[in-house]
């Protein structure tokens, strides 16, 4: 038996010894998609490759220049190690290992994925009827929904179709099930009928329902059936215990990693770029509807076969008994509690909305016409020629650093030159007035046209709006928003958005706010009494801080009227210590906030006298270092784990970096589960009341919800005893602080006295 012809294909040269990569396991015949090594960023106009893939059993792509050169695919890391399009094989370049050494098992399962391909290990795997199978007959629905329920398996793989992300903007087409672990049907909800409806609620109450994103599904079947899920499992949730970096929890991506099924969807989206090349329709404007269940029923039940695949693979993690408690006592009830969340909705004010667009508008007309005053401007566009196009980098560069003469604050763009961004224009500020100009119509255009003119459109005919809250969004555990309105990023400095964020007649919008929480979790977790005794001081916690630490003689009340530098200090040190930071930075920030210039040798020396004073906080930072330095991973408090395998990248900062985010993790991620521990007990407790009071958001540290005024001071009260309830990390004496606002809206009568 002959070898198979093998090449491998690079994008220019490089020092990588492929061969001694790949074990010597085979030959190969090596190519580059660019000759010339000086080009630092490849494009196609640069690529001279000359070969036939054609005379090639096997034609190896490293990185994904070479992926994309040959086929239609942008992400290497997804399809590392895995066969595309008969005869590639994918592969992430490993000099990336350098810098990058959590890709190390990337490129490990890769290197032995590929030598399995080439030297015929691999068999591959047919997908027909006997394993993924469409049902559009409702006698036939009924026949399988009573053998799952028959079925010695005590879980199923439960997957939705559906024409909208939200369950009030869309139907279902069809549902995925699979209970035997290997086939998988799917169902045309046009065959439904009671009996079909009744059989799947069974089905749904007797066994435990495996999903691969729950929160989306769950509430789908809840809308539109009624169907309720007594005990649930959730894939991505479980994955996320494996591996929390945000990104990697798709079911494409993990049914290529962990299933033999590959790449199972492409046949079903080559025929969606196929019709909408016919039909002349963009990527956006095509419709999930108009798939034909020919088409769509392959994929759509592979889409539960591999849930199910996956479950059984990911279930061992549970074994962990920390990652367990995460999954069972946050993750799963989280995602309970977001379904009733997200489904409560956002209320806005729409005829505030309309208002405040005007009203947005009107102001940006109005600095764009002091722009194009202002004499500076119309130098530049004499001189120019022609007129200011503030949206145009270009001139934006030229005006800024050739006729201003500004100084360039050093930050550059990809290509090298001087950047103009938003953090660039304020810094520029104090050099001339033109930046401010400039940077105040960015602003509140932005403020326009990502907010205002995207949620009038998108408003249920409840006037809320429906978007998404994310349990795996962070490494942290902290919430992420997406979707219709990203929850997390409204804009601080202009109330005019949270300001349409209005509760109903007859209620008030109560916004509660964990206090300086990740100093509390630090203190308690280091038994630092000398700071836990700052909390039970119950007096104002930087001006007690700076008055410990710099021994001010004064009274608490007084530090902030005579030592307001010190306080500023002192404020910095504490919140900077979590992140890392050294004398440079807590120079610069108290510089920057008290507007003294402080110097790096005070900000050493206030760091010195920080860690005096809080003794055992810095044997606390210290011991988890050199935990972290030694295993390359640390647990949360409550059991989440942070996985950090760069700290053994010879980057010094890459490496310091990786050990910041671990020191960081411990105390943002356990202040973050406190605050979410206490909105799903509230939850459930509003559930348990009939209560009439609506959660809608949890943003950053703080709560939001909706609530009859009659109901404020319970809510608050019971949220409070939620929130400070000890689970193992408070202070004794100091619960955890709880900061609540009242008002007709989120801005707190902010918008009131900016635009009524």
Not at 545 to 563: H, N, S
Not at 654 to 659: A, E, M
Request: hydrophobic share 35%; glycine share 6%.
């Amino acid at each position: 038996m002959t070898s198979p012809k093998v090449a491998l294909i690079e994008t220019k040269p490089s020092r990588t010894n492929f061969k001694q990569e790949f074990d010597g396991a085979f030959e190969f015949d090596q190519f580059q998609l660019c000759s010339d090594p000086s080009i630092k960023k490849v494009l196609k106009r640069d690529c001279d490759i000359d070969i036939d893939t054609d005379l090639y059993d096997w034609v190896i792509l490293v990185g994904s220049d070479a992926l994309k050169y040959f086929t239609k695919i942008n992400s290497v890391t997804e399809y590392s190690g895995k066969k595309v399009e008969e005869k590639f094989l994918p592969v992430i370049n490993p000099s990336m290992l350098a810098f990058k050494p959590e890709a190390r098992n990337t490129w490990e399962s890769s290197k032995d994925n590929i030598i399995a391909y080439i030297r015929g290990e691999v068999e591959d795997v047919t997908i027909d009827d006997s394993i993924a199978f469409g049902i559009q007959d409702t006698q036939q629905a009924i026949e399988f929904l009573k053998d799952a329920i028959k079925h010695p398996s005590t879980f199923i793989a439960l997957d939705s179709e559906t024409t909208g992300l939200y369950p009030r903007d869309g139907h279902m087409l069809g549902i995925s099930v699979c209970y035997d672990g290997a086939t998988g049907a799917y169902i045309d909800t046009e065959c439904f009928d009671e009996t079909v409806e009744q059989l799947l609620a069974q089905l749904c109450r007797e066994k435990t329902v495996v999903f691969h994103n729950a929160k989306f599904d769950i509430a789908f079947f809840e809308y539109h059936f009624g169907i309720e899920f007594p005990s649930f499992e959730d894939t991505m949730l479980l994955h996320y215990l494996i591996d929390e970096n945000p990104g990697t929890h798709g079911l494409k991506q993990l049914s290529l990693k962990y299933t033999p099924y590959g790449d199972y969807e492409k046949p079903m989206y080559d025929w969606i770029d196929q019709y909408r090349k016919e039909h002349g329709i963009l990527k956006g404007e095509f419709q999930w509807g108009w798939i034909p269940f020919d088409v769509m029923k392959t994929y759509a039940a592979m889409d539960a076969v591999c849930t199910s695949m996956i479950y059984q693979k990911f279930v061992k993690i549970k074994q962990n008994k920390k990652l367990a408690w995460v999954y069972d006592n946050i993750l799963i009830p989280g995602c309970r509690f977001l379904i009733d969340t997200q489904d409560n909705g956002v209320p806005f004010d729409a005829e505030r909305l309309q208002k405040s667009q005007h009203l947005m508008q009107q102001d940006i007309d109005n600095a764009i016409i002091s722009l194009y005053e202002n004499p500076k401007i119309r130098q530049f566009e004499k001189s120019n020629g022609g007129e200011f196009n503030p949206n145009s980098t270009v001139q934006l560069r030229k005006l800024l650093f050739d006729h201003l003469g500004l100084r360039p604050t050093g930050k550059k763009t990809g290509t090298g030159a001087d950047s103009t961004d938003a953090e660039v224009l304020k810094a520029l500020e104090a050099q001339s007035e033109v930046p401010g100009l400039i940077l105040d119509i960015r602003q509140k255009s932005k403020i326009k046209n990502t907010y205002l003119d995207k949620i009038i459109p998108q408003l249920n005919k409840d006037s809320r709006l429906r978007t998404n809250f994310n349990l795996h969004g962070t490494t942290s555990g902290r919430l992420s928003s997406s979707g219709k309105l990203n929850m997390q990023q409204l804009p601080r400095d202009n109330p005019i958005v949270k300001g349409c964020i209005k509760a109903a007649p007859g209620h008030k919008i109560v916004a509660m706010d964990l206090t300086t929480a990740e100093v509390y979790v630090a203190a308690k977790l280091a038994e630092d009494e000398a700071l836990m005794n700052v909390f039970r001081s119950g007096g104002n916690f930087h001006s007690t801080i700076a008055k410990t630490v710099f021994k001010l003689p004064c009274e608490v009340e007084e530090v902030a009227e005579f030592y307001g530098t010190q306080r500023q200090a002192a404020k910095a040190v504490t919140f900077g210590i979590m992140y890392g930071a050294g004398p440079k930075k807590i120079s610069e920030q108290v510089t920057k906030d008290s507007g003294t210039y402080f110097s790096q040798q005070e900000a050493k020396e206030v760091i010195d006298d920080y860690f005096e004073s809080f003794h055992k906080l810095r044997k606390w930072i210290d011991n988890n270092q050199k935990f972290i330095e030694a295993n390359g991973f640390i647990y949360s408090f409550f059991g989440r784990k942070r996985r950090l395998p760069n700290v053994t990248s010879s980057d010094a900062g890459i490496k310091s970096h990786s050990i910041r985010s671990g020191l960081n993790f411990l105390v943002q991620s356990t202040a973050s589960d406190i605050n979410l521990l206490g909105a799903i007990d509230m939850g459930q407790f509003i559930k348990s009341q009939r209560m009439k009071a609506r959660i809608f958001a949890l943003v950053h540290d703080s709560i939001l919800a909706e609530v009859p005024e009659d109901e404020i001071d319970f809510y608050s009260e019971m949220l409070q005893k939620f929130i400070q309830m000890d689970r193992g990390v408070s202070i004794p004496g100091a619960p955890v602080g709880c900061d609540f606002e009242v008002g007709e809206d989120y801005s707190m009568g902010k918008y009131e006295k900016s635009y009524l």
